[in-house]
């Protein structure tokens, strides 16, 4: 409308319309025509054949009420909800669907337990790492958790196609590792800090224990964090189905792995 206002009566139409017009066609999927739409807020987008030929409009609120469905269901799959359940779903269902992947989870959590109680001797003699343990977790899963969620995001988004994974890997492996050095660092002397309290004589080695496994295990959950919705993607299954829970098992085997076994070997 504002073309023809503008422009001079004298104008003929096929000077100022638009001779590609951007349209949707009928078999796009809806997180397809929501990438199309990122950047064009129309108020209604039209909807074409091969051909360019109008076939139906469909309305920008709708379509974007769509996409916000779609990205709060995003966080509730991540860790085994349904994408379909509301406030209003029966328990009897609700249930059906959350169990299941709570069983997977305690399993997940009984093969943690399972490295803890093989190292159980090296706990036995120092203390001090079962102070630590939980430090290190949580820091490798909020690693993990990081980068899944940008993954996820940029699967979501359109921004992660095809052939750029191996560049995602490598962002979160790097960024992993730096963030793991760094809180490496604070972890070190805290746990140096803590061990000379205790007058504990491998205060430094302690020390030195914590700051490579926190390294070691941040790079670790970076690179399951972007692995594993892309294995999932692979395999034609949801990336977003349980993958919080798929990460964290990674995460706590993997810390518990690396911090267990390097103080078993060092002290």
């Known amino acids: 409308m504002r073309d023809m206002l503008l422009a001079q009566s004298s104008q003929r139409l096929e000077e100022i319309m638009l001779n590609h017009p951007f349209y949707l066609t009928p078999e796009m999927s ?35 009420e769509a996409e916000a469905i779609e990205l709060s269901a995003q966080p509730g799959e991540m860790v085994g909800v349904e994408r379909e359940e509301r406030f209003t779903t ?55 958790v990081q980068a899944l969620a940008v993954c996820l995001r940029g699967m979501t988004l359109g ?53 490579l496994s926190i390294t070691i295990s941040c790079c670790i959950s970076g690179v399951a964090g972007a692995m594993v919705p892309l294995a999932l993607r692979r395999f034609g299954a949801d990336p977003a189905t349980a993958s919080s829970i798929v990460v964290t098992t990674f995460t706590d085997v993997g810390c518990l792995l690396v911090f267990l076994g390097l103080a078993a070997w060092l002290i």
């Open 159 to 211: 921004d992660l196609r095809s052939g750029r994974e191996r560049m995602l890997l490598i962002k979160e492996m790097s960024l992993g590792t730096l963030n793991g050095a760094l809180t490496g660092v604070t972890g070190g002397i805290a746990m140096f800090i803590f061990a000379s309290m205790v007058k504990s004589p491998l205060a430094l080695v302690l020390s030195l224990v914590v700051f």
């Open 90 to 144: 029966p328990w009897q269902r609700s249930l059906k669907f959350r169990h299941p992947w709570l069983q997977i989870n305690l399993f997940c959590g009984l093969l943690a337990a399972l490295v803890v109680g093989f190292f159980q001797e090296t706990i036995d003699r120092v203390i001090a790492l079962a102070v630590f343990l939980p430090v290190l977790i949580g820091q490798a899963a909020n690693t993990g």
């Open 30 to 64: 809806l997180p397809e025509a929501m990438r199309a739409v990122l950047v064009r807020h129309y108020p209604v987008y039209p909807v074409c054949d091969k051909t360019g030929r109008l076939l139906g409009l469909l309305r920008g609120q709708m379509l974007f």
